[in-house]
Structures are given as C-alpha cells and as structure tokens.
C-alpha cells in the first residue's frame, strides 16, 4: 500500500516532469520555427540561394562568353594587324 506522502511525490514527480516535458516542446518548436523562418527569409526568397546560384551561372555563362569573344576579336586585330604591315613593306619597295 502507498502512503499518502508516497503518492504525494508520485504526483510532484508527475508535475515536475510534466512541466520540463511542456518547456522543451516549447523549446522545439521555437527552434524549428526560428529554422523554418530564416530557411524562409534568406534560402527561398527572390535573393534566396537558389536563384543566386542560378543568377551566378548565368553571370559565368556570361563572362565566358566576353573572354571567348575577346580572344577571337584580338586573333582578328593580329590578322588584320600583319596584314596591314604587309601592305606597308610592299608600299615601301
């Protein structure tokens, strides 16, 4: 048989684990919701990582596309630039 001051700290046991059991549900949701809303924030938006990582692509896809134009343009000023001093050594005989 229980006594009533054994049944009396069943039920403080009961509470106090109640109550640490309530403030870290509290604890969990305020984590998970502070993850959810920065995730939110800064991971989906317009400037979300996601369409920064497509945004930077497209800038590589560009920037490539400069430097491949640009070495194609300096091979032409090459050709042209022989050329030119060609005209110039036959003018000058």
Known sequence: MSTPEDEEAK??????????T????????????GLFSGYIAWGAGQEGAVHLRQYA???DAQLLDCKNKRVDLQSRLDVIQRRYDE?????AR
């Not at 403080?12 to 109550?19: D, G, I, L």
């Open 11 to 20: 039920n403080r046991v009961k509470a106090a684990v109640w109550e640490y």
């Open 57 to 59: 692509k497209d800038l």
């Open 22 to 33: 309530q403030r870290g549900v509290v604890l969990a949701v305020v984590f998970f919701a």
């Open 87 to 91: 005209c110039i050594a036959r003018a």
